[in-house]
């Protein structure tokens, strides 16, 4: 496995080692020894998350103020663009955003640890899109983030009005949002 940081170091690309013939592909989409090895962390996975979304479907920016929950995404259909907001007060990085796209082909992994927000907008048809989380959803202590505060600069690929949902169209700005110390 491949680990490569981002622009917000603590986000880092998972590119697993893909075995591939004429018969089609395998690989190992997650090793627990392999991952605290190659990243330097010691996470433990309590939930496994799975989504199918339409074309256009923007989805985010979530987080939770309390049980703040670490991430490891993936998309296995389909393609999304994935963005992940640092949150977090006392950070250099606060404010900024990472994103990237997330396909079944190109197999990458996006690890976003506690403390950032997250969302995705699927780029194909539809996208099957996976993730393992640090600790439990908890709608109590959800929190959103507007996906277009221009304070933040997302730049979506995105050349109409996006499909969402009521409370993500309710999301806070960065200035009036609950954010980690």
């Given at each position: 496995m491949k680990v490569t940081p981002t622009s917000i170091p603590s986000v880092l690309i998972i590119e697993p080692k893909v075995f591939g013939d004429t018969r089609g592909f395998f690989f190992e989409s997650f090793n627990q020894r392999a991952?605290?090895?190659?990243?330097?962390?010691?996470?433990?996975?309590?939930?496994?998350?799975?989504?199918?979304?339409?074309?256009?479907?923007?989805?985010?920016?979530?987080?939770?103020i309390q049980q703040p929950q670490g991430k490891l995404v993936r998309v296995v259909r389909g393609s999304v663009f994935d963005v992940t907001v640092d949150l977090r007060k006392s950070s250099p990085t606060f404010g900024q955003w990472v994103g990237m796209e997330l396909t079944e082909d190109n197999h990458c992994q996006l690890w976003i640890p506690p403390g950032f927000a997250h969302g995705f907008y699927v780029l194909s048809d539809s996208a099957d899109f996976l993730y393992k989380t640090t600790d439990y959803y908890a709608p109590e202590f959800e929190c959103s983030l507007v996906w277009n505060d221009p304070t933040i600069g997302i730049v979506w690929p995105i050349d109409t009005q996006p499909i969402i949902s009521v409370k993500d169209a309710q999301g806070m700005s960065l200035a009036d949002a609950a954010v980690f110390a």
């Open positions: 991952f605290n090895r190659a990243t330097g962390l010691d996470v433990n996975f309590v939930q496994d998350n799975h989504s199918r979304s339409s074309k256009r479907v923007l989805r985010g920016l979530h987080y939770q």
